[in-house]
């Protein structure tokens, strides 16, 4: 994959999954990724899909308490692009790395933090993980719940990725800002602010009076729904009623109610009349496998998919050719596939990844190329400043 990053140097200050991959993405895009890691290691260390975060960085553990440690990282921001963190303002506050310490030592520095809940209000010292502040406070796992049953369970880190992807996005803008005005920017987002935005359908509806949380069995719109077949459920779509909903009958073996003046545009399939057409439909999907449910719609050029558990895509020939997994081997030995970037530029190849991130594994590339000695190094090293893998 062209890299077009490449050139760019950005300082990750991060310890959680929405700041961590953030700077993953631009990694992969070309960035050298030095990850300042606490002495001890990040917690996602310690889970089994760290690598998928933290892969294509440079770890160098840092006590940045010490004197010492705070003025080695000052040396790596000296020349960065960018620095990346989603430590809690009032502790950057603390430590001085917050925009306003940096600005002037470092004007063209963009200096990129991910919060919980943003910089301001009552809660922006709150903490907050993706569970909380993206899926419960933004209201998604109450919207997407089906009235009648439990709230689902939130998948891990999909508030995070999705949060690190939109910080991503507002680097390379201040970064492309900076090529016209020479100077760097704040740039900042929460998991709370990520997760209004994509929920912004659902408030938007419940502005209009629909209640949430909604039930299948009365969707709102009845061509836009799940529905359960012999051996498993499928999830159907479409947006034409002229195009599709004649079809719709077909595929499902209701031919007879073609013409039926019950339903003569969207507006008939939509609202309180969407709930006798969803009994309808239920009654008619009930009788097919997915296998045959899949195959009529797709007949007719009509969006449909089985429900597939994730591991499924894994072994897709449709992942597989568009090459939407890359394989690594695990400290452990283990060898696993794990999602590449959704994002790709210029030509079909793969980005290039490292295995693993060793913990401390660039220490002493890194001391070295900021000018301290071998001595030097040692000496960090011994008094517990850094931490080197070798």
Not at 268 to 286: R, W
Request: aromatic content about 10%; glycine content about 8%.
């Amino acid at each position: 994959m062209i890299e077009t990053l490449t050139g760019i140097k950005v300082v990750s200050f991060t310890r959680a999954a929405a700041g961590i991959s953030c700077a993953k993405l631009l990694a992969e895009y070309g960035a050298e990724v030095i990850f300042v890691e606490p002495v001890k290691g990040v917690a996602l260390r310690h889970l089994k899909y760290f690598e998928f975060y933290i892969n294509n960085q440079k770890s160098v553990p840092v006590n940045l308490r010490d004197p010492k440690g705070m003025e080695f990282l000052h040396r790596l921001l000296a020349d960065a692009d960018v620095f990346i963190s989603n430590y809690r303002l009032k502790a950057l506050k603390n430590m001085k790395l917050d925009y306003e310490s940096l600005c002037e030592k470092y004007p063209r520095l963009v200096h990129a933090t991910v919060t919980g809940y943003g910089p301001n209000g009552p809660m922006k010292d709150a903490p907050g993980f993706d569970i909380t502040a993206f899926w419960a406070r933004a209201g998604i796992i109450n919207d997407v719940m089906d009235r009648d049953s439990d709230p689902l369970i939130a998948p891990a880190g999909m508030g995070d990725v999705d949060t690190g992807k939109s910080l991503a996005l507002g680097i390379v803008s201040a970064l492309f800002a900076r090529e016209k005005t020479g100077k760097g920017m704040k740039v900042y987002s929460s998991l709370y602010a990520q997760g209004l935005y994509l929920n912004h359908a659902q408030i938007i509806d419940q502005q209009y009076g629909m209640k949430y949380p909604k039930t299948r069995k009365d969707p709102g719109r009845a061509m836009k729904n799940s529905f359960k077949c012999k051996d498993g459920w499928v999830q159907a779509m479409t947006l034409d009623f002229d195009k599709d909903f004649n079809h719709f009958l077909e595929a499902i073996g209701r031919k007879d109610l073609i013409g039926d003046p019950r339903w003569t545009c969207m507006a008939d399939t939509e609202g309180e009349k969407a709930i006798e057409l969803t009994a309808i439909f239920d009654e008619a999907f009930a009788k097919l496998t997915v296998e045959e449910a899949v195959r009529n719609f797709e007949a007719y050029d009509m969006a449909i998919s089985a429900y597939y558990p994730g591991l499924f895509s894994v072994t897709d020939e449709q992942a597989e050719a568009n090459g939407y997994y890359q394989d690594i081997t695990r400290e452990d030995g283990k060898k696993i596939r794990i999602p590449a970037s959704p994002v790709k530029f210029g030509d079909d190849a793969p980005c290039a990844r490292t295995d693993v991130t060793v913990f401390g594994g660039a220490t002493r590339e890194i001391m070295k190329r900021y000018g301290y000695s071998g001595e030097e190094i040692q000496s960090y090293i011994d008094d517990g400043i850094v931490i080197s893998a070798d």
